[in-house]
């Protein structure tokens, strides 16, 4: 994604997200745009919110030791990996056909979408997770009034953001033509939707009285209904959306239509036109479900927000990660590190180089697994489930890792290209990036922490994680859970 993260791979239209489009932490976002925080998996936790059964989770030996187990995830990689297959194949047969353009990349994420859910709800039966809130066993009982007023709490929902896209020049002009296509397309369709989906779920809905009913009875003058925590996270959540849907909606829109005419013909060994669109696919399959991470947030099918990010430090860090804070202020100002770059530093040294660019693409390919970890449930800033499996089995942070590790490869700010002083100042600046995405994985972290799973997951990971060792060296980078997880251990 270009206009998201520290380090453009490629000058071309679509920036790979390097946020990780990417809301990592084990968290499976609101992507981030989601924060929730209730538990997922209804079989190592109780009720959303619950505890940990210490049953399942951990238990003692003999001496008194705590062994801990790695709690269940809320997602299944190999269900994820099904939609990452049903997305290749519909870009082999597009670029087969030659086709290109919007419907083309509605293709592709439908192709990668409709596995992952379909899947989860006939194997995993997400549907029927105690953290979905909705009882199915009763019999439906939607009410026409509540529902209403769930329609105008999501019209007071939307209303604030659509003045600011009105408002604000950032949303003026055409970068933003595909997300403005995308509601003159869909919009009167969505609304469609909504109102049957509201109807469908009202009636099941163990609490029906969510944000949504309160902002309605707040529009109706009845403040008393509101809850002010629900209300807080509500708008919390839907800021995450609302900042990164469009340009979700541009990346993935530019990232896939370039994968779709991308001239493999091109390809040499003299050249780094493999390395490029090996890139591109990496980029376009993550945005791609980043994408429709943030799109497919519902309680039906567990994917829903719990909580989202509480903190002006979690938001500040994440935010100026992605344009227009990353490349209109940080990048420009303050973190420009980009150096002479791999590619023109090895130019004499071919075989050196693309195994430097191998490299590369490893680390890619580590950060891209972590996003197909989320399946339908990426998002930035937020909580939609505590993930476990996939590249999160062996470390909390894994697209972060990688993703730093690429750029010090990608840029190679350390070469005296233009003398040891310029040297320094990239090598500070990269170093200045990397420090961004460390409070990044310790505001998710701390924000995580109310969900007693996450408690036991990252417990879990002091011991058995591929980076524990660093945990014993440097104990100031062991995960100490809170006071009130403590308690509850």
Same mark, same amino acid.
């Not at 187990?69 to 997602?75: D, E, M, R």
């Not at 993935?252 to 001239?263: A, E, K, P, Y």
């Not at 227009?324 to 980009?338: C, D, I, K, N, V």
């Not at 417990?459 to 403590?486: D, S």
């Given at each position: ?7 453009? =791979? ?50 003692? #030996? ?5 062994? $801990? ?80 007023? /769930? ?57 029906? $009285? ?16 509101? =809850? ?12 995450? /959306? ?60 567990? #994917? ?91 470390? /909390? ?42 409070? $990044? ?45 403590? =308690?509850?251990?």
């Amino acid at each position: 994604m270009s206009a998201l993260g520290p380090v453009a =791979k490629r000058p071309v239209a679509a920036i790979p997200p390097q946020d990780g489009t990417s809301a990592e932490g084990g968290v499976v976002n609101s992507d981030a745009t989601s924060a929730e925080g209730g538990v997922v998996n209804s079989d190592a936790t109780s009720a959303e919110g619950g505890v940990v059964n210490s049953d399942n989770a951990s238990g003692r #030996t003999a001496t008194g030791r705590v062994t $801990r187990h790695i709690p269940p995830s809320a997602t299944n990689f190999g269900v994820n990996m099904a939609g990452v297959l049903g997305v290749l194949v519909a870009l082999y047969v597009l670029r087969q056909q030659h086709s290109s353009g919007f419907d083309a990349v509605l293709i592709l994420c439908a192709a990668g979408v409709i596995p992952i859910v379909v899947l989860d709800v006939l194997l995993l039966r997400v549907h029927r997770r105690a953290s979905t809130g909705i009882d199915w066993d009763k019999a439906p009982a939607p009410d026409i009034a509540r529902c209403a007023t /769930k329609m105008l709490g999501l019209a007071v929902t939307i209303a604030p953001f659509a003045l600011a896209y009105f408002t604000f020049p950032e949303y003026h002009g055409d970068f933003y033509n595909a997300f403005y296509n995308v509601l003159r397309r869909f919009g009167l369709s969505l609304v469609a939707l909504a109102m049957v989906y509201v109807w469908f779920v009202d009636g099941r809905m163990r609490e029906p $009285r969510d944000p949504y009913w309160q902002l309605g009875r707040v529009a109706l003058g009845r403040f008393s209904d509101a =809850k002010a925590p629900d209300i807080a996270n509500h708008y919390r959540g839907w800021l995450v /959306k609302a900042f990164y849907l469009p340009l979700f909606i541009v990346f993935v829109n530019n990232q896939l239509n370039g994968l779709l005419t991308f001239n493999l013909g091109s390809l040499q060994a003299s050249n780094l036109r493999l390395y490029d669109f090996s890139n591109d696919l990496i980029y376009g399959l993550d945005v791609l479900y980043a994408t429709v991470g943030y799109v497919l947030s519902f309680r039906i099918i567990d #994917t829903h927000l719990r909580s989202a990010e509480p903190t002006m430090l979690g938001w500040v860090v994440a935010l100026e990660c992605y344009d227009p804070f990353w490349r209109g202020l940080f990048s420009r100002f303050y973190l420009h590190y980009e150096g002479l770059g791999f590619g023109a530093w090895l130019a004499g040294f071919p075989a050196l180089r693309w195994g430097w660019a191998g490299m590369i693409v490893v680390l890619d390919c580590i950060y891209v697994l972590a996003t197909f970890a989320f399946g339908v449930r990426f998002s930035n800033l937020t909580h939609r489930g505590i993930l476990t499996n996939g590249p999160y089995r062996f470390s /909390k942070h894994p697209a972060y890792i990688a993703k730093n590790l690429s750029w010090w490869l990608i840029s190679v700010p350390f070469l005296p290209y233009h003398g040891w002083a310029d040297a320094l100042r990239n090598s500070l600046a990269l170093g200045g990036v990397n420090t961004i995405y460390f409070l $990044r994985a310790k505001t998710e972290e701390r924000h995580l922490s109310r969900d007693p799973t996450y408690v036991e997951y990252a417990l879990w990971m002091n011991e058995h994680g591929i980076l524990a060792f660093l945990g014993r060296w440097f104990p100031w980078l062991k995960y100490t859970a809170p006071a009130q997880a403590r =308690k509850m251990a």
